[in-house]
């Protein structure tokens, strides 16, 4: 298969029992092949099994792997059957790494992390399996913006893509983020400091864990103290004074607030722009937030319009609930479906679970775990027995 950029990878397994449903993988920024998706068969074996189809459902690797990842940068990491070894495979399912690896993390930026059965430490291949930064660290983590963050000598470092040594810190728990500056904490406390490592912002803060990812993606960002949550600006001003029992970062230019049980959202000056008045509220995606009135979801827009009428429950496993690819899945009394941005149920609700689309697939659940398309047709059906566990 030479059109590997153009398919949307799934991941697919064999269960062993019927015990739980496991997901793999997380989303990247860096992910060039969608997420995997595990499917599930029922099919009593000696062991879980994982594979890989296309976008349209054909099977483009059976299952045949211990466990599998997502596709970065064109491969995806995987651990065949007969030993605890990791390796890297193609979307046609050939090695392009043997499963040698002691260890190993997803590519990132052309370079991945791995381990050494020699020495225990990690160093980076490519995606040729050629090791270009030589095993030299207790910890490796992967490429951001051109900066890899690697723990050596009982310190933290940050390289480069040739393995030199661009600046070093004390504080070994850093949390990587697709801002211009780098939290890191002290005990507990959060800070911030520049990518030279020069401390800007003096660990005292409690942080907002959802998304953390995107701290000081915004001029501003959230943290929390004593008790309270604010914002602060790149050089520590407080811009939103700690008067907030909850807040979420920024996304699309607005964050969620929320304070005595209300809900609402401000800018990235701190203005307050819709306010607070909602049961609850989750973040805006595709130019929609939902949020909930007498305990039922519906969807504003970032005028704070209500656009689609508050009727939908809260989903079975909790939020969050967005628009994504131009749909949002919502739950009603008959079970999850799909609306589309005017409020119409374009995929009947008829499934215990619906996620999110993408690349034009959703995981969703119906006796099974099972793939459909934007028209609500099957790519890998459910099982034909149901599912007790």
Known sequence: MNCWKKRFIICIFSLCACFNTVAIGASSQDNDIQKLHVIENNILASERLFGFIDQDGRIICPPMFYHAWEFHNGLARVQPTSSEKYGFIDTTGAYVV???????????EGLAAVKSEANGLYGYI?????????????RAFKFINGRGRVNIDGVTAYIDKSGNELMRTPYLKIWDTEGDMISFFSGRNLGFMNQDGKVIVEPKYFPVIYWANL?????????GLEKKYGFIDKTGKVVVDFQYDWVYQFKEGLATVSKDDQYGFIDTSGKVIIPLQFEEAWYFSE??????????????????????????????FGGPIYFHEGLAAVRTENGSGYINKQGDMVIAPVYTYAGEFSGGVAEVRFRSICYINRQGEYLWPPNPKPFNG
């Open 126 to 138: 490519n995606t040729d399996g050629e090791i270009v930064i030589p095993p030299k660290y207790s």
């Open 215 to 223: 701290m000081f993606t915004e001029p501003i960002t959230p943290v």
């Open 98 to 108: 043997l499963p040698e690896l002691a260890d190993a993390a997803d590519f990132s």
């Open 287 to 316: 130019n929609l937030a939902a949020v909930k009135v007498n305990n039922r979801w519906g969807f504003i827009n970032k005028q704070g319009r209500m656009v689609i009428q508050p009727q939908f429950l809260t989903p079975r």
